[in-house]
């Protein structure tokens, strides 16, 4: 079945320091891939997404791309930010269809 | 500014009470969904509708009903035959199925005492 894996948290950076939190996938066909981030104590937002192969989906200073080859869609960026601390989910679905699928949260903390 | 209102924002029920956590949207969205979350855990589906009075279950229903009266409004009702509710339960809401974006709530956290 379809499922979504994504790396062990906590992640723990020094503000300024570069994030990758890896994202993989299993699905047939072309789902779609995103990433939420949820804030602590709220619900979660989109932060980025990605319909195609080779699309990069970009936002905020994070980016991922849709890597069909290696069924990933790990989120990046440069200079991560004591704001940035929160949870990152990955997610895939399919459009057209009710049924999204997400990974289990990447929790990040920033220290300044 | 349009969004989706979730309340209460924490909840404490006795066992064998039933309780019913409220979702609305001014968003004119037709999709909604109502998702629990535990701790290392991703989001699970407990259901959804397309549109109004019309519902589906989504994969782990038991124990949980929903009704969609309105277009604005899917309140959740955690029965006494939910074996396990504490958990924080999220709403969400889509333009339609096709879109792929989900806007959420900020969440109703429920603990049973």
């Known amino acids: 079945g379809n499922s979504v894996t994504q790396m062990e948290g906590p992640v723990t950076l020094s503000e300024e320091a570069f994030l990758t939190i890896n994202c993989t996938y299993t699905a047939t066909g072309y789902p779609s891939l995103f990433w939420y981030v949820q804030y602590p104590g709220e619900g979660l937002q989109l932060l980025l997404k990605a319909t195609k192969a080779d699309d990069k989906g970009s936002n905020k200073g994070f980016e991922a791309t849709y890597r069909k080859e290696t069924t990933s869609f790990h989120l990046e960026k440069g200079s991560v930010q004591v704001s940035d601390s929160a949870v990152y989910f990955c997610a895939l679905s399919y459009p057209g269809t009710y049924k999204y699928i997400f990974g289990t949260g990447t929790r990040l903390k920033v220290l300044a | 500014d349009g969004g989706i209102t979730q309340s209460p924002k924490y909840l404490f029920r006795k066992e064998g009470q039933n309780v019913t956590l409220s ?24 259901y959804y509708s397309q549109i109004v009075n019309d519902f589906q279950k989504g994969d782990i229903a038991e124990g949980y009903s929903v009704s969609r009266e309105k277009k604005e409004s899917f309140p959740l009702t955690v029965t006494s035959a939910q074996k396990n509710p504490t958990a924080f339960y999220l709403c969400a809401s889509s333009i339609d199925l096709d879109t792929g974006e989900l806007f959420f709530g900020e969440g109703s956290r429920l603990t049973v005492l």
């Open chain 2, 23 to 46: 979702c609305e949207q001014n968003l004119n969205h037709d999709a909604m969904y109502w998702y629990r979350q535990d701790p290392g855990q991703g989001l699970r589906l407990i």
